[in-house]
């Protein structure tokens, strides 16, 4: 069975500072993983995906993630966050696109 | 990137009434679509996969009598609700395949049953 972690349930940051989200991941097989970034009363926006090759992923509005299978984690991270990064972060896991999602982390910023 | 349109973004109807809701892939064809689940402040369930042509598979615990999903063309699914409860109240989010390595969500349906 697949399922996703996310243990940090809300996170304060200031604008300007580094974040990191984590997410933990099970599966049984070689996993596709996913972040989405939902803003309130949206849909979800992909951030960026790993399916293979290169375990640093870049994606969308600067946001980056790393694929480490001895620690089965797909972490999120920023080097700077803007005000409009204030949203509902979701990391997913599966294939065919058919997703198990984590219960989400949310990120408020601060000025 | 491709575009999935929902509608209606939100809706209200009383008990016991049935709401559809549609999902349109706007410029690319989708065989295979999802409708998700989401309560308040938690995460998304997968409630089943929609084929075009054919049944869609419903996910463990999820009522099919309940949940109607139709996928009549390669553009569109629906969803529809039917003898809606206050427990239904939920929001719905449909997400379309558009190709090998990409999925795409639609903005969501906020459905409230008074």
């Known amino acids: 069975a697949q399922s996703v972690t996310q243990p940090d349930i809300h996170i304060t940051v200031s604008e300007g500072a580094s974040l990191e989200l984590r997410c933990n991941y099970s599966y049984g097989a070689t996993p596709y993983l996913f972040w989405y970034v939902q803003s309130p009363g949206q849909g979800l926006q992909l951030l960026l995906k790993y399916f293979s090759g290169d375990t640093l992923v870049q994606g969308i509005k600067g946001f980056e993630a790393e694929f480490k299978r001895s620690q089965s984690s797909f972490n999120l991270r920023k080097p700077s966050v803007h005000w409009s990064d204030a949203a509902e972060y979701f990391c997913?896991?599966?294939?065919?696109?058919?997703?198990?999602f984590g219960a989400g982390t949310t990120v408020t910023v601060r000025a | 990137g491709a575009v999935v349109s929902q509608h209606p973004s939100r809706v209200i109807c009383k008990s016991g009434t049935s709401v559809k809701i549609e999902c349109r892939s706007l410029d690319f064809q989708a065989t295979t679509m999802f409708w998700y689940r989401q309560f308040p402040k938690q995460s998304l369930m997968l409630m089943a996969t929609?084929?075009?042509?054919?049944?869609?598979?419903?996910e463990q615990g999820v009522e099919k009598d309940k949940f109607l999903i139709n996928h009549a063309s390669l553009t569109l699914s629906t969803l529809t609700v039917t003898s809606a409860h206050p427990e239904d109240s939920s929001f719905y989010i449909c997400?379309?395949?558009?190709?090998?390595?990409?999925?795409?969500f639609g903005q969501g349906t906020r459905l409230t049953v008074v």
């Open positions: 997400s379309a395949r558009g190709g090998p390595t990409e999925a795409f």
């Open positions: 929609s084929n075009e042509g054919s049944k869609a598979t419903y």
């Open positions: 997913a896991v599966g294939n065919d696109y058919k997703l198990s």
